[in-house]
C-alpha cells in the first residue's frame, strides 16, 4: 500500500513539474515547432554609367537548401535523401553541418545556380519532401568584366551573404544593399510550411549612376592594352566628371564571388591589379613639372614671358654638370620653346633665384601633395620642402638639390590624377574635385595663379604639339591641342642599360577640344616605358579614334555631365 502511494507521489510530482513548472519551457519549444523566421534578401541595387550601361548588376540564381526541422540526428532516409541530391547536383556536403542545421531549424545552401535540367530533376523527386527548399536568389553580375573595374570594386563574402570590399561597392555598400525583410512562417512538426505573413518588407538596393563613360572607357582600351602597366584618365576640367579611369593592369570584378586558386592569388600578388594606379599609387613626375616651376618664376619676376637662353646642352654648379635633354645644347631659346623643348637648361638657371620652398609652395597651389578629394582611396603624394627634408632625413636642403626639383626629378610624388587636376586648372583658372558619381556636387577652388601667367602657359603648351616633344600630335589639325610630356627617371641613370624597373615612367598630359563638344583632359601614365613616346603615340591613337567615335554618334555630347 505504501509503494503505490510513494509510487503516485513521484507521478504526481513529475506532472507537476513537467506541467507547472518546466511549462514555459515546452511552450517555447512547441512554439519553435510551428513558427519559423526567415530573413528575405534584399536584390543589391546595380551601377550604371553616365547613360544607364549597367557596369554592375544581378543575374538570377536557383539554389537548392536543405531546410531543418529540428531533429536530434539526421534519420536514414535524410542521408538517403541528400545522397541522392548530391549525385543529381554534383555537389558534397558535410554531414556535420547539415545535422547541425536540422536540430536548429536552419537552412543550409547544397547548391547554386543549378541548371533547368537540375531544377526539374529535384522537383520530379522531391516534389512534397519539406527538407528541401529551392530560392530563387539574385549573383552579382559584371558585364564589363574588367573594364573600370578599379572603380566599380567587387564584393567578398561575409556570413555567407556579400557585401563591398573595394571601389564603389565598399563605399556605396549602404545604398546598394538595402535592407532585408522578414516573413514569418507556420510549419507543422515535419517541417512543412502551412502559412508565411511578411513581418517586415524587404527593401531593394538603390540605383547608383557614374559620371563614367564606359564606351568612352573601351576606346581608351583599345588603345591603352593589357599589355601596358599604368594609368589612362579623362576628366572633364569644368564640372569634375571622370569619363575614363583605367588602370593597368586590371582584375575581373567576378572573381571574388567563388574562391581564388592559390595561382590567381599569387599573381594577383605579383602585378598588384589591384592598385589604382590612377589615384593610389605614386610616381616621380619629371618635365610637366615645369609648368609649376614656370608659373613661380613668373609669378615672383624671376623671368618675364620675353626671356630667353642660350643652352650650351649642361649648366656647371658646385663643380657638377646638370645636363639638358639634347647634350650638344638647344641654342637660343625662348621661355615658350623651353616648355616646348622641353629644356633644362633654362630652369636650372631659374633654380639659382627659387628656393625650394617657394617651389613647394606653387606647387601645392596646383593641388600636389594633397588628396584630390575623390570618393575612392587615394594616396596625397609628396612635395618636399626644406621642412620635409630635414624632419626625414635630418639634413638641410642643398642648392644642387633644388636643381633636380625644377624639372620634376628627385623626391617629388605625385598621383595621375592629381596631373590631370593641375592641368584643367590652367585653361579653367579653378582646382576641380574629381566626381565619380553623377550626383556629387560641384567642388571647385580658384587656382591662386594670375590669368597673365596662365595664358603664356597655354600657348607653351600648344607650342609642344605644334614644334615640340608631341609634334606627333601636330599633324591632327582637327583637334585643338595642349600637351606636356615627361620622361621621369626611375633610379640612377648608370642602372638605365639594366632596363625594366629601371627605365623611365612615360608620361603625356592635355587639355583638348573637338568641334563643339565639351574640352576633356587627358593624362597617360606608362611605367617604365623608357621615354614620354610611348604615351605620346598613344595619345595619338586615341585622337584619331575619338575623332571617328564622336563623328559616327548622333549623341557627341550627352557622355559630358
Not at 543529381?88 to 556535420?96: D, H, K, M, P, V
Not at 570590399?165 to 516573413?183: A, D, H, R, S, T
Not at 588602370?247 to 600578388?269: A, C, H, K, N, Y
Not at 556629387?440 to 607653351?460: D, H, K, M
Request: charged share 20%; proline share 4%.
Amino acid at each position: 500500500m505504501c509503494a503505490s502511494l510513494t509510487g503516485i507521489a513521484i507521478i504526481i510530482g513529475r506532472l507537476f513539474y513537467l506541467q507547472v513548472i518546466n511549462a514555459p519551457a515546452f511552450i517555447d519549444r512547441g512554439q519553435k515547432n510551428f513558427t519559423r523566421l526567415e530573413l528575405v534578401q534584399s536584390v543589391r541595387g546595380p551601377i550604371v554609367d553616365c547613360r544607364g550601361a549597367l557596369l554592375a548588376t544581378n543575374k538570377p540564381s536557383t539554389d537548392i537548401y536543405w531546410q531543418g526541422s529540428g531533429g536530434r540526428n539526421l534519420t536514414q532516409g535524410q542521408i538517403a535523401a541528400l545522397d541522392k541530391l548530391a549525385n543529381i547536383l554534383n555537389c558534397s556536403y558535410s554531414r556535420e553541418n547539415i545535422a547541425y542545421a536540422e536540430r536548429r531549424y536552419q537552412h543550409v545552401l547544397l547548391a547554386s545556380d543549378i541548371s533547368l535540367e537540375q531544377l526539374c530533376r529535384v522537383q520530379e523527386l522531391f516534389a512534397d519532401y519539406p527538407h528541401i527548399a529551392v530560392k530563387t536568389n539574385y549573383k552579382r553580375y559584371y558585364p564589363y568584366h574588367h573594364s573600370a573595374a578599379h572603380i566599380v570594386g567587387y564584393l567578398g563574402a561575409w556570413d555567407s551573404n556579400y557585401m563591398g570590399k573595394m571601389g564603389l561597392e565598399k563605399i556605396c555598400e549602404p545604398v546598394l544593399k538595402g535592407e532585408q525583410g522578414i516573413v514569418v512562417q507556420t510549419i507543422n512538426s515535419v517541417g512543412k510550411r502551412l502559412d508565411a505573413k511578411e513581418s517586415k518588407q524587404v527593401m531593394d538596393g538603390q540605383t547608383i549612376q557614374l559620371t563614367l563613360d564606359i564606351e568612352l572607357t573601351k576606346l581608351a582600351e583599345s588603345v591603352f592594352g593589357a599589355h601596358y602597366t599604368g594609368a589612362f584618365i579623362l576628366l572633364d576640367p569644368l564640372t569634375g566628371a571622370v569619363k575614363v579611369l583605367i588602370s593597368r593592369p586590371t582584375f575581373d570584378p567576378s572573381l571574388f564571388l567563388g574562391r581564388i586558386s592559390s595561382e590567381v592569388w599569387q599573381q594577383m600578388q605579383e602585378y598588384k591589379p589591384l592598385l589604382n594606379r590612377a589615384l593610389s599609387a605614386t610616381y616621380p613626375l619629371g618635365s610637366i613639372f615645369k609648368l609649376v616651376t614656370m608659373s613661380a618664376a613668373l609669378e615672383q619676376g624671376i623671368v618675364n614671358q620675353d626671356t630667353a637662353w642660350d643652352c650650351k646642352g649642361y649648366v656647371r654648379f658646385a663643380g657638377r654638370n646638370y645636363r639638358c635633354n639634347m647634350r650638344q645644347g638647344h641654342g637660343i631659346v625662348s621661355l615658350e620653346q623651353s616648355l616646348a623643348l622641353s629644356c633644362n637648361t633654362g630652369f636650372f638657371h631659374m633654380a639659382n633665384y627659387m628656393p625650394i620652398d617657394m617651389i613647394a609652395d606653387y606647387a601645392y597651389r596646383y593641388g600636389f601633395g594633397q588628396k584630390t578629394g575623390t570618393v575612392l582611396s587615394e594616396q596625397q603624394g609628396l612635395v618636399p620642402n626644406s621642412a620635409w627634408k630635414l624632419r626625414s632625413k635630418g639634413e638641410r636642403w642643398w642648392p644642387g638639390e633644388t636643381l633636380s626639383a625644377v624639372i620634376g626629378q628627385g623626391p617629388l610624388l605625385v598621383t595621375p590624377m592629381q596631373v590631370a587636376r593641375m592641368i584643367g586648372s590652367i585653361f579653367t583658372g579653378n582646382l576641380v574635385t574629381p566626381r565619380l558619381l553623377e550626383n556629387e556636387p560641384l567642388v571647385t577652388t580658384p587656382l591662386a595663379i594670375s590669368q597673365a601667367t596662365r595664358e603664356f602657359l597655354q600657348r607653351a603648351m600648344i607650342k609642344v604639339v605644334t614644334e615640340g616633344t608631341a609634334r606627333a600630335i601636330g599633324a591632327l589639325s582637327f583637334f585643338e591641342v595642349y600637351a606636356k610630356t615627361s620622361t621621369a627617371q626611375t633610379s640612377a641613370l648608370e642602372k638605365r642599360h639594366l632596363g625594366g624597373k629601371y627605365l623611365e615612367h612615360g608620361w603625356f598630359a592635355s587639355y583638348f577640344k573637338y568641334k563643339d563638344n565639351s574640352p576633356l583632359v587627358m593624362v597617360i601614365l606608362v611605367e617604365n616605358a623608357g621615354s614620354a613616346s610611348i604615351p605620346t603615340r598613344l595619345a595619338r591613337e586615341f585622337f584619331i579614334k575619338y575623332r571617328s567615335y564622336m563623328d559616327n554618334n548622333t549623341y557627341k555630347n550627352s557622355f559630358m555631365s
